[in-house]
């Protein structure tokens, strides 16, 4: 049975940082894609970043390039999502998936097969 478990969501203040874990049972971890999106309340899922199997090549949403860093541990089975210099406009419901595409970051929702429950990451301005 496949579970993506979320963890280090919360309530921060505008500027502020948050490191969001995920930890992955029941897949093979190193040969899989580890990804992270998100819902704000109304809108559709995004993508926000995501990290081949091998760790090696990583891809970012525009509107987080250079504030948030993806890294993978496949020691561990764990994918995290450091998030720095956050905004109002971050505030959604975070999600880790994982994708059967080796070599890929992919951005693509169709490209995840497994999803997590989700953490809330609320931003106060």
């Known amino acids: 049975q496949v579970q993506l478990v979320e963890s280090g969501g919360g309530l921060v203040q505008a500027g502020g940082s948050l490191r969001l874990s995920c930890a992955a049972s029941?897949?093979?971890?190193?040969?899989?894609?580890m990804g992270w999106f998100r819902q704000a309340a109304g809108k559709e899922r995004e993508f926000v970043a995501a990290?081949?199997?091998?760790?090696?090549?990583?891809d970012y949403a525009d509107s987080v390039k250079g504030r948030f860093t993806i890294s993978r541990d496949n020691a561990k089975n764990t994918v995290s999502l450091q998030m720095n210099n956050l905004q109002p406009e971050d505030s959604a419901v975070y999600y880790c998936?994982?994708?059967?595409?080796?070599?890929?970051?992919?951005?693509?929702?169709?490209?995840?097969?497994?999803w997590g429950q989700g953490t809330q990451v609320t931003v106060s301005s």
């Open positions: 029941g897949i093979r971890f190193s040969s899989r894609g």
């Open positions: 990290v081949a199997n091998s760790g090696g090549g990583t």
């Open positions: 998936s994982t994708s059967p595409r080796l070599y890929s970051a992919s951005r693509y929702l169709v490209d995840y097969d497994y």
